[in-house]
């Protein structure tokens, strides 16, 4: 049955309403980042470009390295924006978009976020790398979709509650895991552990700037967290959306971050373009590797 315009919205030109992209424009490597300008610095790195198209903070690129189709896709910042992205990401990679119907056969896309975050462990310093096997999300996004229990982690979820003790005005928090066969390939010689996501950089990451956060120590909470030998290494606002449409959809998913504060020693990398370039030059080559 076809859906309704109204409820999988395009653009004048077909493409999903939001990203621009159609199944033809759309590899099935996709590479997330969050700044817009950061799609750019692809065109130094591709060795082809086919398609670019911009939307508000939806800045994508799609090209080749070494014979391998990609496209970088900008997401801005926040769970509230991979709603959107990762949902039309599957409904262009899975829909007839000219009748707005499923697909018969299912596509499925290596999604791939590289971004930035703060460390929650001291030894984790500015411009270490760190691999997301785990994401908490402390965002709910989750919370309000129907979904099977493939790649959710119930019984870590139960144990991180237990161990925040969070107010009941919060969010429920939930725990999804990454694809093994992505972190096989890109994350050698990385940190690797669980990543909390968050629904704000300020309050929900611990800042206190003028509003007080309504969580005391909640880094030192956060950082004290350890499951099957994994520990909270890091957080940011992405990837607990991102791992949770993946799992749920039939698509794989991983997280590479670029540490540019490091919470406990109180210390920020300001100028992080060029250990950003070089990260994603390194992503792109080992997904590139046959």
């Known amino acids: 049955m076809a859906l309704e315009a109204s409820e999988l919205v395009l653009a004048p030109d077909g493409s999903l309403y939001h990203i621009n992209l159609t199944g033809e424009t759309l590899a099935d490597n996709v590479l997330l980042v969050g700044d817009p300008d950061r799609v750019n ?4 790195i591709f060795e082809s470009v086919e398609h670019e198209s911009q939307n508000r903070e939806l800045h994508a690129l799609t090209g080749r390295y070494h014979g391998v189709r990609f496209t970088a896709l900008s997401t801005g910042m ?3 924006n991979i709603d959107i992205v990762a949902t039309e990401l599957d409904a262009a990679a899975n829909f007839d978009l000219a009748n707005r119907q499923l697909l018969k056969h299912h596509r499925s896309l290596n999604l791939v976020r590289i971004g930035t975050c703060g460390s929650l462990q001291a030894e984790v310093g500015c411009g270490n790398l760190v691999a997301s096997r785990y994401a908490i999300g402390m965002d709910g996004l989750m919370n309000y979709y129907r ?16 161990h925040m003790r969070l107010d009941s005005r919060l969010a429920a928090p939930y725990c999804v895991r990454g694809s093994e066969e992505l972190l096989a390939k890109v994350a050698d010689g990385m940190v690797q552990g669980i990543t909390v996501t968050a629904p704000g950089f300020y309050g929900p990451q611990g800042r206190n700037i003028r509003l007080a956060p309504s969580i005391e120590n909640l880094n030192e909470r956060l950082a004290a967290f350890e499951w ?3 520990r909270v290494t890091n957080l940011e606002m992405e990837t607990s959306a991102i791992y949770g449409f993946a799992n749920a959809l039939g698509h ?3 997280t590479v971050c670029l540490i540019v504060a490091n919470r406990p020693a109180g210390t920020f990398l300001n100028d992080y373009h060029g250990p ?3 990260a994603i030059g390194r992503i792109v ?3 590139s590797e046959k």
């Open 41 to 44: 610095m692809f065109k130094d």
């Open 78 to 80: 926040g769970c509230d």
């Open 147 to 162: 979904h099977g229990d493939e790649g959710f982690e119930p019984e870590m979820e139960a144990a991180f509650v237990r």
């Open 228 to 230: 099957e030998g994994s």
């Open 252 to 254: 794989k998913a991983m």
């Open 276 to 278: 950003m370039k070089a």
């Open 285 to 287: 080559e080992a997904l």
